[in-house]
């Protein structure tokens, strides 16, 4: 459905840190600069970018936004979580953990990036 996702970013070196972090656990490859100072992570079915707002404003996160990010096994959520919040994430919500119904369960974590932007990564259970 989704070609890309650009978030906002205040300060992209340390924003690429994290998120070469975490998405290394997800098994991704580190981003990559442009030629504006942008950071590019490309896979076969999208790209996730960082930026620094183009209107010069400081990046905010969205009230009620989360990106989600598919991982593999609880234990890679859980991964992904700890290694998120040693590199300047930091946690939100609950712990890890289940959440869901009768019907379907996900194992779920939450991180705020380092400009805020909310994260979960996703491991659907049934």
């Not at 994290?18 to 490309?42: H, K, M, P, S």
């Not at 009768?102 to 990036?113: G, S, T, V």
């Amino acid at each position: 459905m989704f070609s890309h996702v650009m978030i906002g970013a205040n300060d992209l070196d340390a924003s690429k840190r994290f998120y070469d972090a975490i998405l290394g656990v997800l098994g991704y490859d580190e981003g990559v600069f442009d030629e504006y100072g942008r950071v590019f992570y490309y896979t076969p079915k999208g790209i996730l970018a960082l930026t620094k707002p183009i209107n010069g404003e400081e990046a905010t996160h969205g009230n009620g936004t989360t990106l989600g990010l598919a991982a593999r096994t609880p234990d890679i959520v859980d991964e992904w979580h700890k290694v998120g919040c040693e590199n300047g994430g930091v946690a939100c919500e609950d712990p890890p953990g289940i959440r869901g119904n009768d019907k379907r369960q996900l194992y779920l974590a939450y991180l705020r990036d380092p400009s805020g932007n909310k994260l979960c990564a996703t491991h659907i259970v049934r």
